[in-house]
């Protein structure tokens, strides 16, 4: 698996996401403008590709990506127990893109920690 290049934005975001015409809810944890990561209540098989659909500032933006990773949360027992998936975005509306470095703009960098202290 590639390792990530650019920093995610914490943001929570309603999002539908579809495959083969089956859709279904989810809630991004964070995004960037080139992967996100979303919780949702049914598993989506690694190496599916999606349709997404996510909702923010009165505006919905369209995203197509490749799921990349899924992790089933442990510690929430039962049959809604969140999952975990990671989506790569292959293609993106540019009204997406504006949205991401919009937000990076408002979101205050994190401070790397320092070897030396």
């Given at each position: 698996?590639?390792?990530?290049?650019?920093?995610?934005?914490?943001?929570?975001?309603?999002?539908?996401?579809?495959?083969?015409?089956?859709?279904?809810?989810?809630?991004?944890?964070?995004?960037?403008?080139?992967?996100?990561?979303?919780?949702?209540?049914?598993?989506?098989?690694k190496r599916s590709r999606v349709q997404i659909l996510l909702a923010a500032d009165d505006e919905i933006f369209s995203?197509?990506?490749?799921?990349?990773?899924?992790?089933?949360?442990?510690?929430?027992?039962?049959?809604?127990?969140?999952?975990?998936?990671?989506?790569?975005?292959?293609?993106?509306?540019?009204?997406?893109?504006?949205?991401?470095?919009?937000?990076?703009?408002?979101?205050?960098?994190?401070?790397?920690?320092?070897?030396?202290?």
């Amino acid at each position: 698996m590639k390792k990530r290049k650019e920093t995610r934005i914490k943001k929570r975001l309603l999002v539908d996401i579809s495959k083969n015409g089956l859709d279904q809810m989810g809630v991004t944890v964070n995004i960037s403008r080139r992967g996100m990561r979303i919780i949702t209540t049914e598993a989506i098989r690694k190496r599916s590709r999606v349709q997404i659909l996510l909702a923010a500032d009165d505006e919905i933006f369209s995203v197509t990506g490749l799921v990349v990773w899924k992790k089933k949360k442990t510690e929430v027992e039962g049959e809604d127990a969140p999952m975990g998936l990671g989506i790569e975005i292959e293609k993106a509306s540019p009204e997406y893109k504006k949205f991401i470095s919009a937000a990076r703009k408002k979101s205050l960098p994190v401070a790397k920690k320092s070897r030396h202290c």
